[in-house]
């Protein structure tokens, strides 16, 4: 077991900074013996441990990260970090700056750093998978608005917490200036300057009155749009382009996802569909 442990590489690292308002840098990383000392960040700190565990200070407290938890460390409160089983831990971060957080819940989040909530993880993690490769900044965008909803009903008092409601007209609007953008796009937080109401409230707005998230919305008519150029004939990257695709690996990305197969596995097999026969007319 410790000769295993000595060939692992202590640690592995990768940090970017996306194109995602709110947030401040993703940070990835697996450590072994690496422990953190006292420091503070100027950045919340949206924590997922996804192997080992994490112990650690946060303003004279010990705490420690479950795999099933997700920790919110707020910033200027000084916190450090150490792994709490032998084979050390891998971990997933977000940094994110106080769009989505005030600092008036700076206080509920040094008390409730830890939680427990199976949603809330999963949707953190759908935000990190968007965030993976160029192209879907909308996508995390509008993940990250749900994210910052829930954790902030997570850390204010129960008594201020609304029931989300129903705005067909918001989801309308919503969906027109969709379609009007379908191959530049737009930002969540340009659509909801544009709109004149809350990202989170718009998400949750559309998804209520069509069953489908505003970005499964975009990336739908994309691949729609897609798939009536492929069978003219044109080649992929230039069907990429054309409808908004970063490049064209965002575009097999999406179009395998809803299609099924590649998009030159689709225009393959529309080359080799044979004309309707006079036969299939009748002989006429």
């Not at 960040?41 to 795999?67: I, Q």
């Amino acid at each position: 077991m410790a000769a295993a442990r000595a060939e692992r590489p202590e640690r592995i690292v990768s940090a970017w900074r996306p194109r995602v308002p709110g947030v401040v840098e993703v940070f990835h990383a697996s450590f072994t013996e690496y422990a953190y000392p006292m420091h503070v960040h100027d950045a919340w700190t949206l924590l997922l441990v996804d192997d080992g565990a994490v112990r650690y200070d946060l303003d004279r407290h010990e705490h420690g990260t479950p795999h099933d938890t997700v920790s919110l460390l707020p910033p200027h409160i000084p916190h450090n970090g150490a792994s709490a089983t032998p084979d050390g831990f891998r971990k997933r971060v977000l940094y994110l700056d106080g769009t989505h957080l005030g600092d008036e819940l700076i206080g509920s989040a040094v008390d409730r750093p830890d939680l427990r909530d199976p949603l809330l993880r999963r949707r953190v993690g759908q935000v990190h998978a968007a965030l993976v490769g160029p192209g879907d900044e909308f996508e995390a965008e509008s993940r990250l608005t749900l994210v910052g909803e829930r954790l902030r009903t997570h850390l204010r008092s129960r008594d201020t917490a609304r029931e989300p409601r129903r705005d067909p007209v918001l989801a309308r609007r919503l969906r027109e200036l969709l379609d009007e953008r379908v191959v530049e796009g737009i930002r969540l937080t340009e659509a909801a300057g544009l709109l004149s109401a809350h990202p989170a409230h718009l998400v949750r707005a559309f998804s209520g009155a069509y069953g489908i998230a505003p970005h499964q919305y975009l990336m739908s008519r994309r691949v729609g749009r897609a798939r009536r150029l492929l069978l003219e004939g044109r080649p992929p990257i230039e069907v990429a382009v054309a409808t908004g695709f970063y490049d064209q690996a965002h575009l097999t990305r999406h179009f395998r996802k809803l299609v099924g197969v590649t998009p030159g596995r689709y225009r393959t097999t529309f080359d080799t569909v044979p004309p309707v026969s006079a036969a299939c007319t009748g002989g006429r």
